[in-house]
């Protein structure tokens, strides 16, 4: 699971005294998150005084007492006191619900639930700690994430519903990206988003505002900007459709996996095809972004005859981004590493051309580390 020794997957506290429940939990959280497993208060609360979880799930009975009185006992202390908990519980009693809700949580599950479920409700707990944080920055690197959260979103909703995407929303919430932009200070958008757990949605607008910040660096107005970013944000639209534990799968990829991951493009060229006024440079970001020059990419082999500055901006800035991303499996590269090998082990691959001015461009922003294969 880990790359180079180094675990990169949130934290999350398991405290119960069953332990066969805990070690299923344990098991069952694996792909996404690292757990530390407690069966009692003492042990529970000097192990998460060391290690700090992002979420604790706490079950019916830890050690030989309530599960509820630990929880009294972690709201005491403060370095602890602020942790979501989810609250895992035998069978539905009233009283004990009284009780977790009156101490402000407001999330349990009753044996037997799914496992899915219960991951589904720790990654929205993290992910509205991330969203929470976003609070603390300045209002337009803030708009930026939270406008192109709510429009993702939607998108994820219409998606299901096989509607059509609102164009004309995405467009909105991208402009406050480019914002974000011109106000000279974006690399806290594109280092927030890091920690959600949503990847695609932090993939993509990542994607976004690296390629409206190469559009301005090549001297692009801002509506060439705010287009740029529209591309990069629907980019990968068709990664929704694929099951999350694909696209986050720490192990080597089947062959049939392969083919479901690079099964996005087919399916984002669908669900553009089918929505109004999509401009002709979304389509080309989302169909052509993982082509490369020397006819090695996908879904077409086209060569680089083929393909215009867009389409080798797209790719650059794709490739990019999936270095410095963080997901479950791998840390993000530093964005110095990623130009680096992007220069000596793609250099047929990419435009080295418009390499050295994204280069230029994005130095300054701050990146992190360790290198993974672009999906
Ligand atoms: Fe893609
Ligand atoms: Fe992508």
């Given at each position: 699971?880990?790359?180079?020794g180094?675990?990169?997957?949130?934290?999350?506290?398991?405290?119960?005294?069953n332990e066969?429940?805990?070690?299923?939990?344990?098991?069952?959280?694996?792909?996404?998150?690292?757990?530390?497993?407690?069966?009692?208060?003492?042990?529970?609360?000097?192990?998460?005084?060391?290690?700090?979880?992002?979420?604790?799930?706490?079950?019916?009975?830890?050690?030989?007492?309530?599960?509820?009185?630990?929880?009294?006992?972690?709201?005491?202390?403060?370095?602890?006191?602020?942790i979501?908990?989810?609250?895992i519980?035998?069978?539905?009693?009233?009283?004990?619900?009284?009780?977790?809700?009156?101490?402000?949580?407001?999330?349990?599950f009753?044996?037997?639930?799914r496992?899915?479920?219960?991951?589904?409700?720790?990654?929205?707990?993290?992910?509205?700690?991330?969203?929470?944080?976003?609070?603390?920055?300045?209002?337009k690197?803030r708009?930026?994430?939270?406008k192109?959260?709510?429009?993702?979103?939607?998108?994820?909703?219409?998606l299901?519903?096989?509607?059509?995407?609102?164009?004309?929303?995405?467009?909105h919430?991208?402009?406050?990206?480019?914002?974000?932009?011109?106000?000279?200070?974006?690399?806290?958008?594109?280092?927030?988003?890091?920690?959600?757990?949503?990847?695609?949605?932090?993939?993509?607008?990542?994607?976004?505002?690296?390629?409206?910040?190469?559009?301005?660096?090549?001297?692009?107005?801002?509506?060439?900007?705010?287009?740029?970013?529209?591309?990069?944000?629907?980019?990968?639209?068709?990664k929704?459709?694929?099951?999350?534990?694909?696209?986050?799968?720490?192990?080597?990829?089947t062959?049939?996996?392969?083919?479901?991951?690079?099964?996005?493009?087919?399916?984002?060229?669908?669900?553009?095809?089918i929505s109004?006024?999509?401009?002709?440079?979304?389509m080309?970001?989302?169909?052509?972004?993982?082509?490369?020059?020397?006819?090695s990419?996908?879904?077409?082999?086209?060569?680089?005859?083929?393909?215009?500055?867009?389409?080798?901006?797209?790719?650059?800035?794709?490739?990019f981004t999936?270095?410095?991303?963080?997901?479950?499996?791998?840390?993000?590269?530093?964005?110095?590493?990623?130009?680096?090998?992007?220069?000596?082990?793609?250099?047929?691959?990419?435009?080295?051309?418009l390499?050295a001015?994204?280069?230029a461009?994005?130095?300054?922003?701050?990146?992190t580390?360790?290198?993974?294969?672009?999906?």
């Open positions: 699971m880990s790359v180079h180094r675990d990169v997957r949130h934290l999350i506290a398991v405290v119960d005294a066969k429940h805990r070690q299923t939990v344990a098991e069952a959280m694996a792909p996404a998150y690292r757990t530390n497993a407690y069966g009692d208060a003492a042990n529970a609360l000097s192990g998460m005084r060391q290690s700090l979880p992002q979420v604790v799930l706490v079950g019916q009975r830890v050690g030989s007492g309530l599960g509820t009185n630990f929880i009294k006992d972690l709201r005491r202390e403060s370095a602890l006191s602020n979501p908990i989810i609250l519980i035998d069978k539905e009693d009233i009283r004990i619900l009284d009780a977790v809700r009156e101490m402000g949580i407001n999330k349990y009753v044996k037997p639930y496992q899915i479920d219960l991951i589904r409700a720790v990654t929205l707990k993290i992910n509205g700690e991330v969203e929470r944080s976003w609070q603390s920055l300045p209002q690197q708009l930026a994430l939270e192109t959260l709510i429009i993702f979103n939607n998108i994820l909703e219409d299901t519903n096989g509607n059509p995407i609102s164009y004309k929303a995405v467009d919430s991208c402009a406050a990206i480019v914002d974000a932009i011109n106000e000279n200070d974006v690399s806290p958008v594109v280092n927030r988003v890091k920690d959600h757990d949503n990847f695609t949605f932090a993939h993509s607008l990542r994607m976004a505002t690296f390629l409206s910040l190469f559009g301005k660096g090549i001297g692009l107005p801002k509506d060439k900007q705010i287009l740029l970013a529209s591309g990069g944000f629907l980019h990968d639209v068709g929704l459709a694929v099951p999350a534990e694909t696209l986050n799968k720490a192990e080597k990829l062959p049939a996996e392969w083919k479901l991951i690079r099964g996005h493009v087919a399916i984002s060229q669908k669900v553009l095809a109004e006024n999509i401009p002709k440079a979304v080309t970001i989302a169909t052509q972004h993982h082509e490369r020059l020397d006819g990419g996908y879904p077409l082999s086209l060569e680089s005859k083929d393909l215009n500055q867009l389409a080798r901006m797209a790719s650059i800035i794709d490739v999936a270095l410095t991303d963080r997901k479950p499996y791998k840390r993000a590269m530093l964005a110095e590493d990623a130009l680096e090998m992007m220069t000596t082990e793609m250099s047929k691959q990419l435009d080295q051309g390499l001015k994204f280069r461009t994005v130095l300054d922003l701050a990146g580390e360790e290198p993974a294969e672009s999906r």
